[in-house]
C-alpha cells in the first residue's frame, strides 16, 4: 500500500494540473486567460514526458536521458506565460500616490 500512495505522489506533478483544466472547462473564462490555459496545456504535456524519463531511467536503474532540459523548458513557459497574463491586465498604470504608503513616500523624499 505505501508503494501505490508513492506512485500517486509521485505522478502529482502531471494529476494535479488536471484539476484546474476541469475547473476551467466546465467555466467559461474571460480573454485574459488564454495565457494561463495554454500554460495549463503545455504544462500537462510538458510533465508527461518529465515523468515518462524519469519512471523509464528507474525501471532501468540506469540514467540514460536526462529530463532537466524539459524542467527548465517548463520554468521558461511558465515565466513567459504569466509575463504575458499579466501584461493583458494592463497594470502599468500603478501610481505610488494613489497608496496608502504615499504619506510613507512623501515623508522619505523630504528628508
Not at 494529476?15 to 466546465?26: F, G
Not at 524519463?53 to 528507474?58: K, S, T, V
Not at 497574463?85 to 502599468?92: I, T, V, W
Request: net charge neutral; charged share 15%; glycine share 2%.
Amino acid at each position: 500500500m505505501p508503494g501505490l500512495f508513492n506512485g500517486f505522489l509521485d505522478l502529482s506533478e502531471v494529476w494535479a494540473l488536471l484539476i484546474p483544466l476541469y475547473v476551467l472547462h466546465w467555466n467559461k473564462q474571460p480573454k485574459q486567460m488564454r495565457p494561463v490555459i495554454f500554460y495549463l496545456w503545455a504544462a500537462l504535456i510538458l510533465n508527461v514526458f518529465i515523468d515518462g524519463i524519469a519512471e523509464n531511467n528507474r525501471f532501468r536503474n540506469e540514467f540514460y536521458v536526462s529530463n532537466n532540459p524539459l524542467y527548465n523548458i517548463h520554468s521558461l513557459l511558465r515565466f513567459s506565460c504569466f509575463m504575458w497574463f499579466f501584461s493583458k491586465l494592463n497594470l502599468f498604470y500603478f501610481n505610488v500616490e494613489d497608496t496608502p504608503l504615499a504619506e510613507v513616500y512623501r515623508n522619505c523624499r523630504e528628508r
